[in-house]
């Protein structure tokens, strides 16, 4: 028997992986093109839509194109593109490939399409340990669930195919979901399937046993009796492996009973149903394989670019099936799972594992340091008083559970002398979460590679959520990053704890100052928020907004140009409250006595610099007509001084050449400060500008600060106390400087002399011969 001969590789899908490679180089290389192609960019790519060309362009112009769409200026911004590797480029491939296969003869197409859809729901049923499947493949992560409904609806309602919603008038159907289920998931349901709300009953979760994201099972079975009791048909529950926030499990064992009971569909969804894929799973999780139906996204959990989600089911009937949508007898729809089929094929069943594995150990990581950190509050399952074997499994789905949410609570670390900042004053709650959204932000921002949000929780309000299952395939993470988002938490609690204590302090500082308004903004999470008003109370409210809104904008930037850790704001971009100053996160060491008084001095400072400059057209004003006046005086004296024959030409040349008049010149200087005409004599006098430097008024520092010391610290305070040998040296530097200060002022006190003593020596001629000069400063001795 002859062999057959061995097929060459197909030229076109060589080519094809070879364009996919060369396009995934020119997009991800982030070099741009020539200087000429730069300037033809700016001119082109950003005035789209425009003009087709006729003529066409190449491959690599048009992936140019796309790069730049892709980038556009964000490149000096420090964008992150999200990291594809092999498996994605696998992915990508699955995509050309489905349009490429799709061309074929309708009867290869049909094989092939068939084969590639039955190995990969083989793969999954036998990676998620669900027996006997079938599986639908959907760009949607919720459309499966939509089918699933019209397949239960087609099997207990025989007539619905063909009657439509009149089929359901004689049972209306119910779909029971958790309260904790993602938002906007039952509404979805009945607007596709027509149903109206009252269809849908959202089933409350634990409020006095369990964990408060888990549904309440006791209640469910009441709810179900009462609508069978009132004529109505429960059609289907969805249960969660895995809330969308917390990632709790529902029990789902628990809840599988009660379906058999009442003849219902069980449909399981949650990002815990990858743990099933492990050689060691939770109890609670390993029911889900007991289901009627679950939905998987291997896209994010593999980290998989643009793979389909897919929907495991048990049913007998592919009539119904096909009925539902859950079934296609197009080919081409069945090349959807032809990018997951290339992925799972390069990944093999140890890659799939592993990634799963090391999300898993990177949660397990991050939840036992969480646990050794004061004000951290990890948990709130063992806060009601349940029995002893329920408190050990529910600390058995916290350990496996792939999902960790963490809340900065300050009831966790030692109170202050002044007693526990839990429950001391009103809002509490909104503060901690306006303090956690802050917590958040901020390890997002400065480390990126953790994956860490914010999420919002009913009961335990806005939390930090780390769900690597999600992120960590895509982003890379691995362990040193968990290492320094837990290194970056331990920095910022210290900064939160003594910020929410000296919290108060700022209020009741900025109360006692009668310029300072304090402004309750419990969603800002900083000191707080102050506002300087202005004194003037003869102005309309329109134009005392105006001055109120110009001294607050320059305080601030004041402010922000001080030397000093805190971050001076003007708010968020939608706050409420406008014309403030929001103060940030404070230091262990910040002196908020000092503070308080610096923003009322520079506040003090520019309203009376505003009130200057406002009344500065009508002091000008004065000043010239007086200067007018003046001059006008000055000309009439000269007359009568040089009498009226000098006013005329000719004569005045004579008189002026046998008799020289010495005119004297009065100069005058306009005082914008005082809005007054002044003399210039002492403008050119030594004795004046002696005088006017010694003025008393000139301001002088009050405080002592050590070198590089920053503003509103208290030395010595907080993690940055001087040592020991720098202590000595700047003590006795400032020492040195003390001396200097007492030496200088008493050799000033010879020079202060009275009054009427310095009116004397202006008289006197300034080129006194020595032996005068030494006479009358013996006189003076």
Request: charged share 25%; proline share 5%; hydrophobic share 35%.
């Amino acid at each position: 028997m002859e062999k057959p001969p061995v097929k060459m590789m197909d030229p076109t899908l060589a080519e094809m992986g070879n364009h996919l490679s060369d396009a995934m180089k020119i997009l991800e290389s982030g070099k741009l093109e020539t200087e000429q192609g730069q300037e033809g960019r700016k001119m082109s790519w950003k005035e789209i839509p425009g003009p087709l060309q006729g003529d066409g362009q190449d491959v690599v112009s048009i992936l140019q194109l796309v790069q730049n769409l892709m980038h556009g200026d964000d490149e000096e911004q420090g964008h992150r593109m999200q990291f594809v590797g092999e498996q994605g480029h696998m992915a990508l491939l699955g995509h050309s490939l489905a349009a490429y296969i799709s061309v074929l003869e309708r009867e290869r197409l049909r094989k092939l399409t068939t084969r590639i859809l039955s190995d990969t729901t083989l793969w999954l049923c036998r990676l998620f340990r669900y027996e006997n499947g079938s599986a639908y493949f959907h760009e949607d992560d919720r459309e499966g669930l939509l089918k699933v409904c019209r397949l239960v609806m087609n099997t207990h309602y025989e007539d619905f195919t063909t009657e439509g919603f009149t089929a359901l008038s004689s049972k209306h159907p119910v779909i029971y979901q958790s309260a904790a289920c993602r938002p906007g998931l039952g509404q979805h349901l009945c607007s596709q399937l027509g149903l109206p709300l009252s269809c849908l009953c959202v089933v409350p979760c634990n409020t006095m046993f369990g964990s408060l994201h888990q549904m309440d099972v006791a209640l469910l079975d009441k709810l179900v009796k009462d609508d069978r009791d009132s004529g109505k048909l429960p059609l289907l529950l969805i249960a969660n492996a895995g809330t969308p926030g917390a990632g709790h499990t529902d029990k789902l064992s628990r809840l599988k009973e009660l379906c058999v009971q009442y003849n219902m569909w069980l449909h399981v969804e949650g990002v815990n149903l990858a743990t099933l894929v492990l050689g060691q799973v939770s109890s609670t999780v390993t029911a889900a394989t007991k289901c009627d139906s679950m939905t998987l996204t291997p896209g994010p959990w593999l980290g998989l670019p643009a793979v389909p989600a897919v929907t495991l089911y048990r049913h007998e009937d592919p009539a119904l099936s096909l009925a539902a949508g859950l079934t296609s007898s197009q080919p081409v729809e069945k090349l959807r799972a032809l990018p997951l089929w290339l992925s799972l094929q390069y990944l093999g069943h140890d890659g799939i594992v592993e990634r799963i594995k090391h999300a898993s150990q990177l949660s397990q990581q991050l939840l036992e340091h969480l646990k050794t950190l004061a004000s951290i509050k990890t948990s709130d399952i063992l806060d009601s008083e349940v029995s002893l074997l329920e408190a050990l499994r529910m600390v058995e789905d916290e350990l496996n559970s792939p999902v960790v949410v963490f809340r900065f609570s300050h009831e966790n670390s030692a109170p202050s002398s002044g007693g526990s900042v839990e429950g001391s004053y009103a809002g509490e709650r909104d503060i901690l979460d306006a303090f956690n959204r802050w917590l958040g932000d901020q390890l997002a921002e400065q480390v990126p590679l953790s994956g860490v949000d914010v999420v919002e929780l009913e009961d335990e309000g806005t939390c930090v959520r780390f769900s690597p299952l999600m992120t960590a395939a895509a982003l890379g993470t691995q362990e040193n990053d968990v290492a320094a988002l837990v290194e970056k938490l331990a920095e910022m609690i210290p900064l939160l704890c003594c910020t929410l204590r000296l919290r108060q302090d700022f209020r009741d500082e900025v109360l006692q100052q009668a310029s300072l308004s304090y402004i309750e903004d419990l969603n800002w999470p900083g000191l707080g928020v102050v506002r300087f008003e202005p004194r003037t109370t003869d102005l309309d409210e329109d134009k005392r907004q105006d001055r109120v809104e110009k001294i607050n904008s320059d305080l601030l930037k004041k402010l922000m140009e001080l030397d000093t850790d805190l971050n001076f704001s003007g708010g968020p971009e939608f706050s409420e409250e406008k014309n403030c100053i929001f103060i940030g996160i404070a230091t262990e060491d910040l002196d908020v006595a000092e503070l308080v008084e610096t923003i009322m001095s520079l506040g003090r400072d520019i309203e009376e610099s505003g009130k200057l400059f406002e009344n500065m057209t009508e002091v000008v004003r004065k000043g010239i007509q007086e200067a007018e006046l003046q001059l006008q005086k000055a000309n009439e004296e000269k007359l009568m001084e040089e009498g009226v024959l000098r006013q005329i030409p000719l004569v005045s040349s004579v008189l002026n050449w046998f008799s020289p008049v010495q005119a004297s010149v009065k100069g005058r200087t306009f005082n914008l400060a005082e809005g007054c005409l002044d003399s210039t004599e002492p403008v050119y006098s030594i004795k004046a500008q002696m005088r006017k430097e010694d003025s008393p008024d000139s301001p002088k520092a009050n405080t002592r600060r050590f070198p590089g010391q920053k503003l509103f610290r208290r030395p010595g305070a907080g993690s940055d106390s001087i040592s020991e040998t720098s202590s000595v040296s700047q003590l006795e530097e400032s020492f040195r400087e003390t001396l200097h200060s007492q030496a200088a002022d008493e050799a000033e006190v010879p020079q202060e002399r009275p009054a009427h003593i310095l009116e004397e020596t202006a008289i006197a001629d300034q080129r006194v011969p020595e032996g005068q000069e030494a006479e009358s400063v013996e006189t003076i001795r």
